[in-house]
């Protein structure tokens, strides 16, 4: 898969005629601050598309990118930011279960972005119970990875595999560059 362009087509915090549109739809999910907007830059091979969750006021939209005029990236907000109020995390967390499982727009994929070398938090898991009581397809990308020492990694990647219980998961760094064509084979599969 190669990308050849990208466009941001908007920024939407409820209802929307995109959300039903008929091109496919690839959405990114993931804890501030575990490099999601890295994660999508570095598969887009765009700099600054995505903008990161320290950003103020940039990620409290679900942002449609439509990539080779053919499906979408779809940004959901980052949740449990440490510097918002509980209710703004809420309604944050909030905007991305409307998303995934009442706005009808059907998700192609769901790539769950967690740090590697955090591993799975709380707030990781009960996204991983939601995505799964609402049968959701979904990825768990494993981002930081080059933050793990290489002499223990092969035993951590399978510790966090073993953790995602029978989901799918891609070992990647934004930083390396490295997973890119494996997150990237999963859009043509
Ligand atoms: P977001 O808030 O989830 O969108 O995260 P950002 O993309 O803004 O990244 C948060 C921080 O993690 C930044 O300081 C990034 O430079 C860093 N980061 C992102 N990806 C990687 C990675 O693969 N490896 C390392 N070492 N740092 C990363």
Redesign the pocket.
């Known amino acids: 898969m190669k990308i050849d362009s990208v466009k941001f087509i908007k920024g939407i915090r409820g209802t929307d005629p995109i959300l039903n549109d008929t091109k496919p739809q690839f959405a990114f999910v ?1 804890r ?7 994660v999508i830059n570095a598969l887009l091979n765009r700099k600054g598309m995505a903008k ?3 950003t103020p006021g940039k990620t409290k939209e679900i942002n449609f990118f439509l990539v080779n005029e053919n499906f979408y990236f779809v940004d959901l907000p ?1 949740y449990g930011y440490a510097r918002v109020s509980n209710k703004d995390k809420e309604q944050l967390v909030k905007m991305i279960l409307w998303y995934l499982l009442e706005s009808g727009a059907s998700p192609r994929l769901v790539f769950l972005i967690i740090d590697a070398n955090v591993g799975l938090t709380k707030k990781d898991e009960e996204m991983i119970r939601a995505l799964t009581e609402g049968a959701m397809p979904f990825v768990v990308i494993g ?2 990875i ?2 793990i020492n290489k002499s223990i990694r092969a035993r951590e990647i399978k510790k966090l595999k073993d953790a995602c219980g029978g989901a799918e998961f891609v070992p990647f ?3 390396e560059k490295s997973g890119v064509s494996d997150v990237l084979q999963k859009l043509s599969s």
């Not at 501030?32 to 890295?38: D, E, F, Q, R, Y």
């Open positions: 993931g501030s601050n575990v490099g999601k907007s890295s990161s969750s320290s980052g981002n930081k080059d933050k760094s934004a930083k």
